[in-house]
């Protein structure tokens, strides 16, 4: 028995557990109150509707589920961003579907809602996947406008996006199944076909209370937008539903006829399961984030069969670089080492940390996967570059310029999946939120920062005691322990995984065993989309 190994699973599982409670009550949306009075008009909720919607026997997951977590207290908050959204199968075919919670503020769009939205559409884009939208909604969380209406990556960006995908010849396909007013009713109309459910659903730039006010019209809303206007009078509707199900089933049977699509030519084998059991993870992985592992270990319990074929495996061993399959797809993966390493050189080196030839050899692996057409995943457990005199005067900037280089211009569709620390430009290099993986998940053991919470702690406290010192204050160890601890507990909260997803710099956190789940249906999704930029890496300082 491995007392450490038990102390780590049960640390590790208690995470999870803590997850899965987390995500219970993400699921019941503006609470069970508010969803008694949804069924009572007839409706089903949000998270029904898409449940309906997709395939029950096949495997979906959940994008930004804790959008929103923790924010606009004053509000009344917003859980999920008031907007459900999840990748699926309808009728076998692979699509995204978005749907409004109008449980949350009658499904108001806050600031983090058009975020979400947009990383939707942004997800069906990059993937050419079709998309459904379920809508019903009261447009724009009107105190807070300012931070939703106007700029570039608001609440009409969304609009632009239907325009653009109509272009693409990206499937698009609404159901209007309750409110959908204001500007807000472009987002259905400008999708392929647009469905209407009868009596418990309306379409209009402007509400009845609007209209009254603007131009002295009395007139009710089912008759200004309802079902029956917009299906045979005005002709802005293409189906008439009898009801949510019926609305949900004749999207059903339009994706069932979508064509085929062009394949990118990812290469699949037989999916095999990992030899080594995958709850083996809970137990390898340490509770402490500054404690050492052999990410090798992990690796086997992601990878099919527990294989993988080492690149320079004796070379820049800080990082990992290797070629396996997950669920059957053929992968290159990028992970972090985080035992101590000895070069050949007799030198030793830190786990976690990437140097000069790990970087070096990071770009080249990079630079072979884009010529092979192999998708890449990151496994993030990075604590930075390495510093100091030795690093600098042996290029480390020019050496890690030249990753960030690869990783930024590289076609092949990249994932991320943070185990642990994501610190600094670690962070950029291991292909973090800013550098386009198609999908990025962190587990619950991840901490994502510019740097750890103890070293910004230290470096925020030096600057307050030399500023309280100014002040001609006495600094005692009784107050600096005081000041340390507080700066730590602020930074501990932003360093969580919940804050990251939260403001969907992360796609979710989820369950270590869901991992293989993910890249599998992220390559899935990007096999929709075939490679059409060369890839150049550009001018390289050598």
Known sequence: MDINFNKNEDHNKLLVSDLKNKLAKVKLGGGEKRIKKHHAKGKMTARERVNYLLDSKKKSIEIGAFAGEDMYAEHGGCPSGGVVVKMGYIQGKQCIVVANDATVKAGAWFPITGKKNLRAQEIAIENKLPIIYLVDSAGVYLPMQDEIFPDKEHFGRIFRNNAVMSSMGITQISAIMGSCVAGGAYLPIMSDEAIIVDKTA?????????????????????TLGGATTHCEISGVTDYKATDDKDALDKIKRIVDKIGD??????????PKKPKENPEDIYGILPRSRADQYDMKEIIKRLVDNSEFDEYKEDYGKSIITAYARIDGWAVGIIANQRTLVKTKKGEMQFGGVIYNDSADKSTRFIANCNQKKIPLVFLQDVTGFMVGSKSEHSGIIKDGAKMVNAVSNSVVPKFTIVLGNSYGAGNYAMCGKAYDPRLIAAWPSAELAVMSGNSAAKVLLQIETASLKKKGETITKEKEDELFNKIKARYDNQVSPYYAAARIWTDAVIDP????????????AANHAPIEKQFNMGVLQV
């Open 261 to 270: 699509y062009d394949k990118a030519g990812f290469n699949r084998n037989e």
């Open 202 to 222: 309306s379409i209009f730039l402007a509400g009845s209370y609007l209209v009254k006010a603007a131009i002295g019209e009395s007139i009710d809303n089912e």
């Open 513 to 524: 065993l869901d991992t293989r789940t993910w890249i599998s249906m992220g390559i899935e």
